[in-house]
């Protein structure tokens, strides 16, 4: 069974850091681009940030741009999300999400499996 499965999620201050993990079981994540997507309640889903297969190319949205860092371990099958200088309006169900192509691009209907998300918030 192909799962993706994030953590790392939680309540943070603002101004404050969280990492989130993409753990993949039932396959390698080698092969796949990964991207980060959240969603706010109210909001429609929006990408966060992706990284190509090797690692080398990375994007991430004009929001978040300087704050977050996407990075991948594939020895350990995981991709992280290092999100700094966390902000209210940060506060979202962050979703990652596997795209076959070794390419990223943050357009959801390229990705091919999606974790459950987890739950981040950032408040006083």
């Known amino acids: 069974q192909l799962r993706l499965v994030e953590s790392g999620g939680g309540l943070v201050q603002p101004g404050g850091s969280l990492r989130l993990s993409c753990a993949a079981s039932?396959?390698?994540?080698?092969?796949?681009?990964i991207g980060w997507f959240r969603q706010a309640p109210g909001k429609e889903r929006e990408g966060v940030s992706c990284?190509?297969?090797?690692?080398?190319?990375?994007r991430y949205g004009d929001s978040v741009k300087g704050r977050f860092t996407i990075s991948r371990d594939n020895a350990k099958n995981t991709v992280y999300l290092q999100m700094n200088s966390l902000k209210p309006e940060d506060t979202a169900v962050y979703y990652c999400?596997?795209?076959?192509?070794?390419?990223?691009?943050?357009?959801?209907?390229?990705?091919?499996?999606w974790g459950q998300g987890t739950q981040v918030t950032v408040s006083s």
């Open positions: 999400a596997a795209d076959s192509r070794t390419m990223c691009f943050m357009a959801e209907r390229r990705y091919d499996y």
């Open positions: 039932g396959f390698t994540l080698d092969y796949y681009a």
């Open positions: 990284i190509s297969s090797s690692g080398g190319l990375t």
